[in-house]
């Protein structure tokens, strides 16, 4: 499905609904809007900060995200000498949801940035995650022989191969980022994506987070521990995805720190959800969440229950949204709608 | 001893000597000429390409950047929480020569830049130095148990945490470059020694190097397959190093490009030269490249002799020295003594 495919099925809805359609990139949409429909174009317009789009797709804005990352990926890592090192860096890539790019992605276009100019950041931030999984399924840190469902990458390549692929994911990231050409990034912002990106994932990110899990294994773990653990392994990456998106399509300060809020809360609701979904998800979606239960990690419900945990990601997820009122609701519609699927049941990775 | 202490040095030494005197920092050492021989800058200036400084003191220079790199590298890596993660970090800080960073300094000051401008960007590389030595000695690559005299990172703090201090480094060094703010280097050319950096880091630099060595261990190796291990492995750092430097020292294309060659020979001699140390050097420096030996990895000695190797050693640095024949001797002075010493006898680390 193309762009111009989710634009036609809002089209047809529109005949049939009386809200807005979402718009990610409004030159087209206006063309598709005048030559359809010439004479409701002011009316829908006048009508942008009424409401928000109820039958955007989000399963097809997704999908059809996810097909363009993917295959921009497939581009960035090309298999060339030493072939070895550049399989174990490409076997890992495959297989993730592509949330996180997907946020950065819709973060840039709601800002008023393009996607082409986004990608090479939403790239950035999957070799990062791939980065993330590779090292985390290594015999010293989580012991994972499967990965997406399919032998994790030391199992199949050593984990010498499979700690330097790991280093040479984070140089591409970070050469993916330092590359972008765009009149429109000024390379300014370029290197202020680059410190959100670098500090979500090092000493005050994911390796603080999980130092921190690793450590308690076992252990009698407080709320607040757990909020450190969760917020550095995965909410900073989140909200630093959902940032250097902003950061890239050029918003100003404010955007920039209500989007910050916006992302802190996604990444900790994201987080709670994923820890719920081991006790009320599928048999497939409780296999990661089920692996750290049989460690003995720490998880919200057991701290505070599902249901205050349910509560608690309900209300994060509100507040998010508190930040999003803010914005243009035609071009907010697919993180509304992103937002609202990370805390639906079962499909939240 | 101080900057002021090097210049009196030099100063005195003038007095029994007829070249010119090594001038890093162009308007200091002039405003130390002028008052001190005020008659003769004239004819000092008119020697400046007639030879290059007899006298310079390249142990004192070498100590005093070593000293001031040591003391930014204690402030950029700071004992937070989680504290046994930023202990992991520091704990491998400590013992290196700072080569690769001075080289960068020299490299910025020949060319016009300031210390106080590359110091973030040789922070940045022996970070990163550091955290290819704590990889270097993990089980699944060197099993190293010690390193510079003490147990290696992951005998103190355990593998995981050696694998995510790597990570943290990486980040802590992308983020020293970003953060480098001066009014003479745009984020343009920061940029530009980032994608310089990681390139010489990931899969076209050091990952690839070390995984052309591992699969070699115990095999026949070719020389072009033994250049292309040592240049991969430290020759593309060295030269990105000295490229960084000339970068946000404001070097233009012809520079940059002198300069790169110039690092190619020099990054290619180190590793020759360390190669050469183990059979003529001193126990303590035979350390290392003993254990390579004992491994049976391949080295010059091995496959060109330790006379072809030197012969070949020597050769490069006098291509190197072509390029530094460009620019201006006083400035490029430390350079010319920094390689003299790089391929002198036991003290190439």
Not at 156 to 169: D, H, P, Y
């Amino acid at each position: 499905m193309t762009s111009s495919d989710i634009f036609r099925n809002s089209i047809n809805a529109l005949k049939h609904h009386s809200v807005i359609p979402y718009v990610p990139n409004s030159h087209v949409a206006k063309s598709i809007l005048l030559r359809r429909q010439p004479n409701k174009l002011k009316v829908i317009n006048s009508q942008r900060n009424d409401t928000l789009p109820k039958f955007f797709q989000v399963d097809e804005y997704k999908a059809l995200k996810a097909k363009q990352i993917n295959k921009a990926l497939d581009e960035a890592v090309p298999l060339r000498h030493p072939a070895i090192l550049h399989e174990a860096m490409r076997y890992s890539l495959p297989g993730g949801k592509r949330l996180m790019s997907t946020l950065c992605i819709a973060s840039c276009e709601m800002i008023g940035g393009s996607q082409s100019v986004a990608m090479s950041m939403a790239c950035a931030i999957e070799l990062l995650v791939t980065m993330a999984v590779i090292q985390d399924d290594l015999p010293c840190l989580d012991n994972d022989e499967l990965r997406r469902g399919k032998p994790s990458n030391y199992k199949v390549f050593g984990e010498a191969t499979a700690i330097l692929a790991c280093q040479a994911l984070h140089c591409l990231a970070m050469q993916h980022i330092a590359m972008i050409k765009a009149k429109t990034v000024s390379p300014d912002r370029l290197l202020r994506a680059m410190v959100e990106i670098n500090s979500a994932v090092g000493s005050e990110g994911i390796a603080a987070g999980q130092i921190m899990d690793i450590n308690s294994e076992g252990k009698e773990v407080s709320l607040s521990e757990l909020n450190f653990i969760h917020r550095h392994k995965t909410g900073k990456f989140i909200e630093a995805s959902i940032v250097s998106g902003v950061i890239i399509g050029g918003g100003n300060e404010e955007e920039t720190e209500r989007m910050r809020h916006f992302g802190k809360c996604v990444g900790m609701a994201y987080q709670l959800w994923n820890d719920i979904v081991d006790v009320i998800g599928s048999p497939e979606m409780r296999e990661k969440t089920g692996r750290d239960m049989m460690r003995d990690k720490a998880t919200y419900p057991k701290l505070v229950g599902v249901d205050g945990s349910k509560k608690h990601a309900k209300e994060l997820i509100a507040e998010a949204k508190q930040e999003l009122a803010y914005f243009d609701p035609s071009r907010a519609a697919p993180l509304d709608h992103l937002v609202n699927f990370i805390v639906s049941f079962g499909n939240n990775n």
